[in-house]
C-alpha cells in the first residue's frame, strides 16, 4: 500500500505485490512487482489512469481514500489486462458516476474480461483530448506494447507519458522515482526481454511517438517513474535494434551427463575461440535470465538427450518459448546425445519455426561423446568463431 505525491494535483498510487513470485503462471518476479495508478486532479474534473489487479482491489480503494479523493469522473484504461483494469468494477461501484475512457478495442476487452457494461464507456480515439481544467489528457494509440489495445495518455501541460506495461518493470521499491539506476536497467530490461520481445518490429515506432512528444517524466503502471525518459527510451531503442553481442547462450538438459560433457567440452572451446559464454541448466534456470540473455545472444546452441524418440521436455519447452520470444539471434546449433534413435533435432527446428537465421550445426552422438563427437564440437566452436569475426562481433 503506497501513496505518493508525484507533483501539484497529480498522485501515484503503487499497489506494492512484494511477495508475488510468479506473472501469468510463466513469469518468475524475483523482486516482485507494483501496479501503478495515477490521479490527477484538475480544477473541475478527476481521472484515475489506470488501476490495479484484481487480487488488490480492496487495499486500492483503501489507498484512494488516503487521498481524500470525493469524486473521480473518469477512468482512462491504458490496457485491459487485468493487472491494471482488474479493479475498474471496485472503482465503478464505489464512484457512480465515473466512466471508463478508452479507444475501441480496449473497451471491447474490458466488456469480455470484465463485463463492464457498454454506457459505462467514453470512446476516444488518437489524438482526442479531455480538459480536467489546467490539465489536458491527450491520447495516443501504442499498440502491441504489448496487447492489440495499448494506448498511451499524455498529460500535456506537465510533459508526462503514461505508458502503461511500455517502459515498466517488475520492481517492487519504495524509491517511486528513478532517473536510471543499474538495479531499474536490469529489471526494465529483464521485463522487455519476456513481455515485449516478440514485439520488436513495432516497438521502433511506439518509441518514436513517445520521444516525439518530449516527455520530462515516463509514468509506467510497472514499477517506477522514469525522471530520465531518455535513459529507458535509448535502452529500449537498443533492445529492440538488431544488435546483438560476441554471446553464445548454451542451452542445456542432460539425465546422465553425457550431453554435460559435450557442454563442458563446448564451453571451453568457444572461449578459447574469444567467445562469451552464458550456460543455463535448464532443470535450475530462471527464464528470466534466459530472456534477457536472448535479447544479446547471437548464437543459440540446444544441448539435449533423447528422450522417448524426441528431445527432453524441458528443451522442447525452452525450444519454444524461444520461438515465442522472436529472439534476434542470428546462429543456431544443436547438439543431442541419444541412446538408439529418435528424431530430436528435427523436432526442435520445428517448433523452432520463427528462427530466420542460419542453422549451422547439428550434432549427435550415441550415448558419451566419443572422439568423432569431440571433433564435430570444435569445429563448431571454431565456425561460431568465425561468424561472430566476420560479423565485427570480436
Ligand atoms: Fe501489466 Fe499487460 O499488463
Known amino acids: 500500500m503506497a501513496v505518493k505525491k508525484i507533483k501539484e494535483g497529480l498522485y501515484l498510487i503503487n499497489t506494492l505485490h512484494w511477495e508475488r513470485r510468479l506473472f501469468d503462471e510463466l513469469i518468475p518476479l524475483p523482486d516482485g512487482t507494483t501496479y501503478n495508478a495515477y490521479l ?29 479523493v470525493k469524486k473521480i469522473d473518469y477512468i482512462v484504461s491504458n490496457h485491459a489486462e487485468q493487472d491494471h483494469s482488474g479493479a475498474i468494477p471496485s472503482v465503478l461501484e464505489k464512484f457512480k458516476e465515473a466512466v471508463v475512457v478508452t ?31 489546467g490539465k489536458t489528457l491527450k491520447f495516443i ?43 531499474l536497467y536490469n529489471a526494465a530490461k529483464r521485463y522487455y526481454a519476456e513481455i515485449m520481445a516478440p514485439f520488436r518490429n513495432i516497438i521502433p515506432k511506439n518509441i518514436e511517438k513517445i520521444e516525439d512528444f518530449g516527455p520530462e517524466m515516463i509514468c509506467p503502471s510497472h514499477g517506477p517513474i522514469h525522471t ?23 542451452l542445456y538438459v542432460s539425465m546422465h551427463h553425457s550431453t554435460e560433457r559435450a557442454v563442458r567440452f563446448l564451453e571451453q572451446k568457444l ?24 535479447l544479446d545472444a547471437a548464437t543459440l546452441i540446444i544441448a539435449t538427450p533423447t528422450v522417448l ?46 528462427f530466420k537465421g542460419e542453422i549451422i550445426d547439428e550434432i549427435s552422438f550415441k550415448g558419451l561423446p566419443d572422439e568423432k563427437a569431440y571433433e564435430s564440437l570444435q569445429k563448431l566452436a571454431k565456425t561460431v568463431g568465425e561468424k561472430h569475426r566476420a560479423d565485427g562481433l570480436i
Not at 62 to 68: A, V
Not at 112 to 129: A, G, M, R
Open 309 to 354: 524418440a524426441s528431445a527432453h521436455p524441458l528443451a522442447i519447452y525452452y525450444t519454444y518459448l524461444a520461438n515465442a520470444l522472436r529472439p534476434k539471434t542470428k546462429y543456431l546449433a544443436i547438439v543431442n546425445s541419444y541412446g538408439w534413435g529418435g528424431k530430436t533435432a528435427e523436432d526442435l527446428k520445428n517448433i523452432f519455426s520463427n
Open 141 to 183: 494509440m501504442t499498440p502491441w506494447v504489448h496487447w492489440p489495445e495499448t494506448q498511451t495518455t499524455l498529460l500535456l501541460e506537465d510533459k508526462i507519458a503514461f505508458t502503461c506495461d511500455f517502459f515498466g518493470s517488475h520492481l517492487a521499491t519504495t524509491e517511486f522515482l528513478n532517473d536510471g539506476t543499474p538495479e
Open 103 to 133: 479507444n475501441e478495442k480496449c473497451a471491447e476487452l474490458l466488456k469480455t474480461h470484465l463485463q463492464i457494461p457498454s454506457q459505462k464507456f467514453l470512446v476516444i480515439k488518437e489524438n482526442d483530448t479531455i480538459d480536467l481544467g
Open 228 to 250: 530520465n525518459p531518455q535513459f529507458i527510451i535509448d535502452a529500449y531503442k537498443e533492445w529492440a535494434s538488431t544488435k546483438v553481442e560476441n554471446l553464445v547462450l548454451l
Open 271 to 294: 572461449i578459447d575461440e574469444g567467445v562469451n559464454v552464458k550456460v543455463f541448466g535448464l532443470p535450475v534456470a530462471d527464464t528470466g535470465e534466459i530472456a534477457m540473455a536472448l
Open 40 to 68: 490527477i486532479i484538475g480544477e473541475h474534473k478527476t481521472a484515475l489512469i489506470d488501476t490495479s489487479d484484481t487480487l488488490k482491489a480492496e487495499e486500492f480503494l483503501r489507498d484512494l481514500d488516503t487521498i481524500g
